[in-house]
C-alpha cells in the first residue's frame, strides 16, 4: 500500500471539462494539506482532439510532475491506448464501460474499472457532461479519500452558478463514488489521506505573475491574446474593478506595448504579456521605451517556434531573442522566474527595475511555468517594497526656465535622470525616439550621441551592482554542477533528489537574472566544478552559448529537450549520471 | 491664461519654408490659447514624419514615438491620466498607411481625445513616394509608372469606423483650422480632424492654389451634421469643389466615461502603496 504519493490523469476530447474536473481533485487534495503539481497537454483546438491533464499529489512539497501514472480517468478509449505505457503496476483505469477494451492491449497487472456512466447519469437525471463528474468520485473512492472534501470544493466552485448546479455536480460525483464503493473490492494500492495541516493556494505561475504585478501596483495592463500569455490578461481583467485597473484587450501586440508605453510615460505602472510571435510585433515598441526611459514590465511567456510552432506546448527558445530584441544598444533587464513563487517577487522587482532605471523590463517564463498549477503557500506580500524611482524635486522644476524644455534626460553619474510626469509643471518635455539631447530635443551632433548612450548605458552597470547573486545549491564538493535557468528549476530539484538517493553529489545554480548576466559567478562556479552541464527546454543550448558568451567558459555537456514538452524529472536523473559516469 | 508666448520654445522649426505645418503649428497653438489650457496638462503626441517633430516645437509634454503607433500611445496616456488634454498628430503615410489599423480601433473606441492628421499625399520625410492619399496615376518616386490603387478616402472611413467628430481643414486658411481644432477639442468625445497640408518640396499638384480653388467651408453651406448618411454623401465630393469643415458631430459615452475605475480619480492619481491582496490570495486556496 502506496498513501500519499500518485500521479491522477484524466484525459479526453477538449470540451469536455478536463481542466475543471482535475482542479476539483487539485482543491480537494490541497484542502487537507497534501501538496499538488499539475501538467496540462492541449492541442490548438476548442472541441475535440486529445486533453489531458495530470496531478501529482504528495504529503511533502513537490515541484515538477514526474513519469508513472497510478490512476487514470479515460474519458474515451484514446486516452487509454495513448496512455497506458505511462501506468505503474498496480495502477487502475476508469472508463466507460461501453467502450470495448482488448484485455490483450492492457498489461496483467493494470486493473480495470469500468463504468456505465451513460446509465448512471440516466438514473440520477443530470446532464450528459456530468460524466467527468461521476469519473471524478469513482476516482476518490478508489484511493478512499474523504468525499466530503469533494463535496465541499464542489459547492465553493459552482456557487455562483447556484444550487441546482451545485447539486447535479454534487450527486453525478457521489454516483460515482458509490458505484466503486458497491461493485469493487476496496484493495487498490494508491490511497491517499487527510493530512490535517492547513490548505495552501493552487496557483499557475501566470496567476502569480498577476498577484504580484497587483500587489506591485500595476494600474494598466494592455495585450493581446496569445497562449500561453492569455491567462494574464484573463486573470487582470477579471480583477481590474476589484484593484481599478485599467485593462485593455488591444487591436494587437503593436498597439499594447504602445499603449503599455503611453501609461508608463505618464506615471502609470504599466505591463503587458504575450508569448514570441507577439513579442516580435512588440521589438520597435521594446526599443522606443528603451530610448525614452520609460519604465514597462513585459510578460514574455515562452512556447515553441519558429512562428506558430506548437501553441500549446512548452519551450525555452526565446532566450537570444529576449536579450536582443530591437534595433541599437540599450538596457534590457530580462529575469527569469524559475517557479510560482519566483513569478510572484520577481515580477514585482520587475516593476522596481524598471522604474527606478527606466526602462523597458522583460520577465521570461514559459508554457511549463505559466499554466502548471502548483501548491504555493501564501505569498509575503511586504517582501518586495516598491520604489518608484527618482522624480524630479521642486528644486529641479524651479531651476528650470520657462523658455526651453525641463533636462528630463540629464547625464548623471548613474545614468537615471529625475522623471517628470505630464500635469507637472515646469516639468515639461518632449521624450524622443530620434537621439536627442537632455531636454529631448532631436540630435545627431557627436557628442551628445556619444553621451546619451553611455549615460543609457550606465543604467545597466548600475542595476548590475544591485542584483543578487545566483546561489549555488548543494554540496560545493559535488562531482556535478547543474546551471539552468527558468522552469526547469522545478524538474531539476527532483531530480537532485533522486541522484542524492543514488550517491551522486550534485549542485545546482540557477540563473535569474539572464541580463545583466551574473558573469563572475557563473565563471567561478564553472572554473572550480568537477563537471558542468546545462539543461535546457531548447534546440540549440542557448543558456550554454550566452555563458560562453558571457564568461568564456564551456560547460561539459548540455542536455537539452525540443519536443514541446517539459524535462521529467527522471530524465535529467539519467542524462546526469550519465555525464557523471561516462563523461 | 495660457499666452502664445508660454508655448514657444527656442527652438525653430525645420520644416521646408512655405510647409503648411508652420500653419497647423500656429493653429493648434492658437487653439490652445483659445481654450485656456495649461501647457503642462497637454499631451501633444506623434509618430514618424514631417509632423511627427510637431511636438518639438510646442512647449506642452510630448512624445515623438515610432511610426504609425501614435494613436495607442495617446489612448494609453487618456487612460492613465483623463484629466490631461491629448493631442495626435501625424501625416498620411504615419495615420493612413502604417497606422491604419490604429486608425479604425481608434475611431471605434471614442475617448475624448483630438486626432489631426497632417494631409500632404505624399511622403515627405523619405523625400517624395506614393502615400495612402495619392491620387491613382500619381507618379512618384516609388510608382514611377502612376499609383495603381485608388486613394484612402479618410473622412468616410473614419465616419463607417464609428467616429463621432469627423472634420476636415486646410492648412493654408490658419483661421479656419484654429476654428475647427477648437471645436474638435470641445467636442467631448474622439474628434478627428484631417488637415489639407501642401507639401511645397515634394507634391507639385495638389498645392495652395489647387486647394484655395476648390475647397468650401461646410458649415457655410448649411450642412446638416448630425446626419450621418448626409455625413457619408459629402465624404464622397471630390473634383472641382471639395468640402471642409465639420462633416460629422454627434455625441457618445465615451471609452473613459464606462470604466469606473477612473470615474473618481485618474489612474495616476491613484495610490499604490497600500494594496492588499489577502482576499485575492484567499479565492485561490
Known amino acids: 500500500m502506496v498513501i500519499n504519493r500518485l500521479t491522477w490523469k484524466i ?58 501514472v497510478n490512476i487514470i480517468i479515460a474519458l474515451n478509449k484514446e486516452t487509454i491506448l495513448l496512455h497506458k505505457d505511462e501506468l505503474v503496476n498496480g495502477a487502475g483505469i476508469i472508463y466507460d464501460s461501453s467502450e470495448v477494451i482488448d484485455p490483450k492491449e492492457i498489461r496483467d497487472n493494470i486493473r480495470l474499472y469500468p463504468i456505465p456512466f ?24 478508489l484511493i478512499d479519500y474523504d468525499f466530503g472534501i469533494v463535496e465541499k470544493v464542489i459547492r465553493d466552485n459552482f456557487k455562483r452558478k447556484g444550487d441546482k448546479i451545485i447539486d447535479e455536480n454534487t450527486r453525478a460525483a457521489r454516483a460515482g463514488y458509490d458505484y466503486i464503493k458497491n461493485n469493487f473490492k476496496n484493495d487498490f494500492e494508491y490511497k491517499l489521506e487527510k493530512t490535517g495541516k492547513p490548505g495552501r493556494m493552487i ?40 484593484f481599478n485597473i485599467v485593462v485593455k484587450h488591444t487591436e494587437d501586440e503593436i498597439s499594447a506595448i504602445n499603449m503599455a508605453i503611453g501609461a508608463g510615460f505618464t506615471g502609470v505602472r504599466a505591463m503587458t504579456g504575450t508569448s514570441g510571435g507577439g513579442f516580435c510585433l ?83 517564463s514559459d508554457k511549463n511555468l505559466a499554466e502548471s498549477h502548483k ?41 537615471v535622470s529625475p522623471r517628470t510626469i505630464p500635469g507637472m509643471k515646469k516639468g515639461i518635455y518632449t521624450a524622443a525616439s530620434d537621439e536627442h539631447d537632455e531636454e529631448g530635443n532631436i540630435r545627431e551632433d557627436i557628442d551628445v550621441r556619444i553621451k546619451m548612450m553611455q549615460k543609457r548605458a ?3 552597470d548600475s542595476l548590475a551592482k544591485e542584483l543578487r547573486q545566483p546561489e549555488l545549491v548543494g554540496p560545493h564538493d559535488a562531482d556535478i554542477t547543474i546551471i539552468a535557468a527558468g522552469s526547469t528549476k522545478g524538474p531539476i530539484k527532483e531530480a537532485m533528489i533522486l541522484l542524492e538517493n543514488e550517491g551522486v553529489k550534485v549542485n545546482y545554480l540557477q540563473i535569474v537574472y539572464l541580463n545583466p548576466f551574473p558573469s563572475e559567478k557563473v565563471a567561478k562556479v564553472i572554473g572550480s566544478a568537477k563537471k558542468t552541464v546545462v539543461v535546457e527546454n531548447n534546440f540549440s543550448g542557448q543558456l550554454a552559448d550566452i555563458i560562453k558568451e558571457k564568461t568564456g567558459k564551456d560547460v561539459d555537456k548540455r542536455i537539452l529537450k525540443y519536443d514541446g514538452r517539459p524535462f521529467y524529472p527522471e530524465e535529467i536523473f539519467t542524462a546526469v549520471k550519465e555525464v557523471v559516469t561516462h563523461g | 491664461m495660457v499666452k502664445m508666448t508660454d508655448l514657444n520654445v527656442i527652438e525653430r522649426p525645420n520644416w521646408c519654408p512655405g510647409c503648411a505645418n508652420f500653419g497647423i503649428l500656429i493653429a493648434l497653438k492658437g487653439a490652445i490659447v483659445e481654450l485656456n489650457i495649461e501647457p503642462e496638462n497637454v499631451a501633444m503626441i506623434s509618430g514618424i514624419g514631417c509632423s511627427g517633430k510637431l511636438p518639438h516645437w510646442i ?14 500611445v495617446a489612448t494609453a496616456i487618456k487612460l492613465s491620466n483623463n484629466g490631461l488634454a491629448v493631442f495626435t498628430v501625424g501625416g498620411d503615410g504615419d495615420g493612413y498607411g502604417i497606422g491604419m489599423c490604429h486608425f479604425i480601433h481608434t475611431m471605434r473606441r471614442n475617448l475624448d481625445m483630438t486626432y489631426i492628421v497632417h494631409n500632404n499625399m505624399i511622403y515627405g520625410l523619405t523625400t517624395g513616394q506614393t502615400s495612402p ?30 467616429a463621432t467628430f469627423v472634420a476636415r481643414s486646410f492648412g493654408g486658411d490658419v483661421k479656419h483650422l484654429q476654428k475647427t481644432i477648437v471645436a474638435a477639442v470641445k467636442h467631448r468625445c474622439l474628434s478627428f480632424v484631417d488637415v489639407f497640408q501642401p507639401c511645397v518640396s515634394f507634391n507639385n499638384i495638389n498645392t495652395y492654389d489647387w486647394y484655395k480653388q476648390r475647397v468650401y467651408d461646410l458649415q457655410d453651406a448649411g450642412h446638416d451634421t448630425t446626419d450621418k448618411i448626409k455625413a457619408f454623401t459629402k465624404s464622397q465630393e471630390w473634383g472641382e469643389h471639395i468640402p471642409i469643415g465639420i462633416f460629422y458631430e454627434v455625441l457618445s459615452p465615451t471609452y473613459e466615461d464606462e470604466l469606473p475605475q477612473i470615474k473618481d480619480t485618474p489612474l495616476v492619481k491613484q495610490p499604490i502603496d497600500k494594496i492588499d491582496i489577502s482576499g485575492l490570495m484567499d479565492d485561490f486556496v
Open chain 1, 458 to 460: 550606465r543604467k545597466m
Open chain 1, 375 to 415: 501548491s504555493t503557500d501564501k505569498f509575503d506580500t511586504k517582501k518586495v517594497t516598491i520604489d518608484r524611482g527618482i522624480y524630479a524635486d521642486a528644486a529641479d522644476l524651479a531651476a528650470s526656465p520657462d523658455t526651453t524644455f525641463f533636462k528630463r534626460y540629464k547625464y548623471t553619474e548613474n545614468g
Open chain 2, 59 to 72: 512647449r506642452t509634454y510630448g512624445l515623438h514615438g515610432i511610426h504609425g503607433r501614435s494613436l495607442p
Open chain 2, 133 to 162: 492619399t495619392s491620387e491613382k496615376g500619381v507618379r512618384t518616386k516609388s510608382t514611377p509608372s502612376g499609383v495603381i490603387e485608388v486613394p484612402v478616402n479618410p473622412i468616410a472611413l473614419a465616419i463607417s469606423s464609428g
Open chain 1, 282 to 364: 512588440m521589438t520597435e515598441g521594446y526599443g522606443l521605451a528603451g530610448m525614452l526611459e520609460v519604465p514597462i514590465v513585459i510578460i514574455l511567456s515562452m512556447r515553441p517556434g519558429p512562428s506558430t510552432g506548437m501553441p500549446t506546448w512548452s519551450e525555452q527558445g526565446d532566450l537570444k531573442f529576449a536579450l536582443n530584441a530591437s534595433q541599437g544598444d540599450f538596457p534590457r533587464p530580462v529575469l527569469v522566474p524559475g517557479d510560482v513563487e519566483e513569478s510572484f517577487y520577481l515580477t514585482q522587482e520587475a516593476f522596481n527595475i524598471a522604474e527606478k532605471y527606466q526602462t523597458p523590463v522583460i520577465v521570461l
Open chain 1, 118 to 141: 451513460n446509465n448512471i447519469i440516466k438514473e440520477i437525471g443530470v446532464q450528459g457532461i456530468m460524466k467527468n463528474n461521476v469519473a471524478l468520485g469513482a476516482s476518490i473512492a
Open chain 1, 11 to 68: 484525459g479526453g476530447k477538449a470540451g469536455e471539462g478536463i481542466m475543471a474536473t482535475g482542479m476539483i481533485f487539485s482543491q480537494s487534495c490541497t484542502r487537507s494539506g497534501l501538496y499538488v503539481y499539475d501538467i496540462s497537454e492541449y492541442p490548438s483546438l476548442i472541441k475535440g482532439g486529445h486533453n489531458n491533464l495530470q496531478v501529482r499529489v504528495e504529503d511533502r512539497e513537490i515541484f515538477s510532475q514526474v513519469k508513472g
Open chain 1, 203 to 242: 496557483l499557475t505561475g501566470n496567476d502569480a505573475i498577476c498577484m504580484g504585478a497587483i500587489n506591485a501596483g500595476c494600474k494598466f495592463y494592455a495585450a493581446y491574446p496569445m497562449t500561453p500569455a492569455s491567462s494574464i490578461l484573463h486573470f487582470m481583467a477579471a480583477q481590474e474593478r476589484r
